[in-house]
């Protein structure tokens, strides 16, 4: 990486070169967990706004909702989706009208820092009931198996973390409607779409995120 680069404030680095170097890490410090120690360090603290709203929601299932809604906030290309009758929550990227899947580490780092975020707003972490990753299984599993428990599944169609029911209604540690209520204000003030105005007001802001999700269906706005 030239100097200029590392000058330039907008500059951009390569996928490929920080895989270089994250592959350099690891084999240097003999961690092959070394990634997902990097994603602990990312708290609800760390995430402004959107970080409140998790960490104050009902439940994990309304805490993804609300990272899902709002991920705006804190990012335009990277995009988390959620299918609650699968429990399921992936990451993709999308991006001038492209959408693509993580590649290897981003999936990992991704996928495990979502995981430590709703681990810190519930009374006792949990597992996914299933992991799933597009890459080829690694060589020391180990690592994973300690952040993502035994169900991990490799060479699949998409990276995604799939949740039981029963998960998705664990009640919060910090659960406040009224801190809750606060903060979506806010948050919508910030991305400029409404949800608790009027009923016109509401349904543009339901479109403005359904566009955002890729999905502005009649069903989903309705």
């Known amino acids: 990486i030239d100097k200029d680069t590392l000058h330039f404030k907008d500059a951009t680095v390569k996928s490929m070169i920080l895989h270089e170097l994250i592959d350099e ?52 290309s990277l995009k988390p989706l959620f299918v609650p009758n699968e429990g399921k929550l992936t990451l993709l990227i999308y991006k001038e009208g492209n959408v693509s899947h993580l590649e290897k580490y981003s999936a990992e780092i991704h996928l495990s820092a979502l995981l430590h975020l709703i681990n810190t707003i519930i009374p006792q972490p949990l597992y996914p009931k299933k992991t799933t990753f597009r890459h080829s299984k690694p060589a020391h ?28 209604c664990t009640t919060t540690s910090f659960n406040n409607p009224k801190l809750i209520e606060l903060f979506e204000k806010e948050a919508e003030a910030s991305l400029g779409i409404s949800l608790h105005g009027n009923l016109i007001e509401q349904v543009k802001g339901f479109i403005l995120i359904g566009t955002g999700e890729l999905d502005v269906s009649l069903e989903s706005i309705a």
């Open 25 to 76: 890490a690891i084999c240097v410090s003999g961690d092959a967990g070394l990634l997902f120690k990097f994603a602990r360090l990312v708290t609800p603290n760390n995430l402004g706004v959107l970080g409140y709203l998790m960490l104050h929601s009902a439940t994990v299932e309304d805490a993804i909702t609300k990272l899902c809604r709002y991920y705006a906030l804190i990012g335009k």
């Open 141 to 168: 599993i180990q690592a994973y198996k300690h952040v993502f428990g035994e169900s991990i599944h490799f060479d699949e169609v998409e990276n995604a973390l799939y949740f039981d029911p029963q998960h998705l």
